[in-house]
Structures are given as structure tokens and as C-alpha cells.
């Protein structure tokens, strides 16, 4: 069994001049997690099969001034393969 995690985070100031002086905040948040495992079964001494999982989960957030955004995403994948 697999596991990954990371995490991000980006803060943003930035001083604009455009008809007078004006600031923006920017905040970036995210969070992201996966886990993998996997099994091979001998169905014989010439034929095995692979079976794997993955479960991957992405979780983030933006905000700014004007708005604040959030996200949240999970996701399973299975894999599967025969060999001779």
C-alpha cells in the first residue's frame, strides 16, 4: 500500500497603480491525497492476475477581495491486467 500527500499554499499581495493605488489579496489553498494498492493472484503456474485500486482526493481554496472559492474532488480507479 501507497500513500502521497501535499499540500500548497500561495499568498499574493500585489500594489497596482490604475487610477489611484489599489491592492489585491490573493489566497491559495490545497490539499491533495493519494492512496494506491495492489494484488497479484496466481491462477495457475502460467496465468496471474493484477488488480490495483487508487483513490486520489483534491481539496482547494481561493479567495481574494471580491470572491472566495472552494473545491472538493475524489476520485477511484481501479486497474486490472492478466499475464501469461
Known amino acids: 500500500m501507497f500513500l502521497e500527500r501535499s499540500e500548497v499554499h500561495i499568498d499574493k499581495d500585489k500594489d ?7 491592492t489585491t489579496l490573493q489566497d491559495v489553498d490545497g490539499d491533495s491525497i493519494g492512496l494506491f494498492s495492489h494484488l497479484t493472484y496466481a491462477v495457475s503456474d502460467r496465468f496471474s492476475m493484477l488488480a490495483g485500486l487508487r483513490y486520489d482526493k483534491v481539496e482547494q481554496e481561493y479567495r481574494d477581495a471580491s470572491q472566495s472559492i472552494d473545491s472538493s474532488e475524489s476520485e477511484f480507479s481501479p486497474k486490472g491486467r492478466g499475464d501469461l
Not at 16 to 22: C, D, F
Request: charged share 0%; net charge neutral; glycine share 14%.
Open 16 to 22: 497596482t497603480y490604475w487610477a489611484g493605488s489599489s
